[in-house]
């Protein structure tokens, strides 16, 4: 079981819909992670929120909007995405980011797997 | 580009110990060696860390050599429970950016 719970599991969706992604974590955590991972690749960084407040964003297309509403809840908006975007999406937690957070390992949740079609 | 070097897989029998090196000769005075794993259709598992002395938890031993350019994670009972990718990367902290996973070892336990 992990501490951090994403939703759904699995979401398949059209190039057309609007869908969102969901995480939550209750471990006080103040910061919290999208990781995006194909097939067989390790996970590649796509944003990062810092005290509610984003602080990394890897050149992610616009059509992946992070939302991070309070400290246990981090959210992906989803619009107008390509076949290609199908992936597993995850979401990480840890108590803190930065330079004096060698100590806070990521906790991850197992991912909401998704197909676009 | 990820900073650290591993075989792309290895096997191991079980009940045996998994020794799983990575290559980090890039790696920075602030930077620690981070282990994770990744079990098939599940999120990444943290296992242990270190700076530059040898740790040891519940789940395994991390060794690092004195140059830290280079560092072993051992199982040391491995179980088929074990059989996941499991990642080396170098990071001076937790967060973000910095954490940046390289393509990782295929680890099977064989019974």
């Known amino acids: 079981d992990t501490e951090v719970t994403q939703t759904p599991k699995h979401l398949v969706m059209g190039m057309t819909n609007k869908k969102s992604l969901k995480c939550e974590q209750h471990?006080?955590?103040?910061?919290m992670y999208w990781y995006k991972q194909k097939a067989k690749k390790p996970p590649e960084l796509m944003f990062v929120?810092?005290?509610?407040?984003?602080?990394i964003n890897e050149s992610v297309p616009s059509r992946f909007s992070p939302e991070c509403p309070n400290s246990s809840l981090l959210n992906l908006h989803l619009h107008a995405l390509q076949p290609e975007d199908s992936a597993l999406y995850l979401c990480?937690?840890?108590?803190?980011?930065?330079?004096?957070?060698?100590?806070?390992?990521?906790?991850f949740g197992n991912g909401t797997r998704l197909t676009v079609t | 580009d990820a900073k650290t070097t591993q075989p792309p897989s290895m096997d191991c029998a079980e009940g045996r110990a998994a020794n799983l090196p990575c290559n980090h000769s890039?790696?920075?005075?602030?930077?620690?060696v981070y282990w994770y794993r990744q079990v098939h259709s599940q999120g990444p598992q943290y296992i242990i860390h270190?700076?530059?002395n040898n740790e040891t938890n519940e789940m395994a031993s991390l060794i690092i050599t004195e140059d830290r350019k280079s560092s072993t994670l051992i199982l040391p009972h491995a179980t088929l429970r074990d059989t996941a990718v499991y990642y080396c990367?170098?990071?001076?902290?937790?967060?973000?950016?910095?954490?940046?996973f390289g393509k990782g070892t295929k680890l099977s336990v064989i019974p």
């Open positions: 471990m006080g955590h103040r910061a």
């Open positions: 929120y810092s005290y509610e407040k984003l602080s």
């Open positions: 990480a937690s840890s108590p803190r980011t930065g330079i004096t957070s060698y100590n806070s390992p990521l906790h």
């Open positions: 890039t790696i920075s005075g602030n930077e620690y």
């Open positions: 270190g700076l530059k």
């Open positions: 990367i170098v990071s001076a902290g937790a967060g973000s950016y910095q954490l940046t």
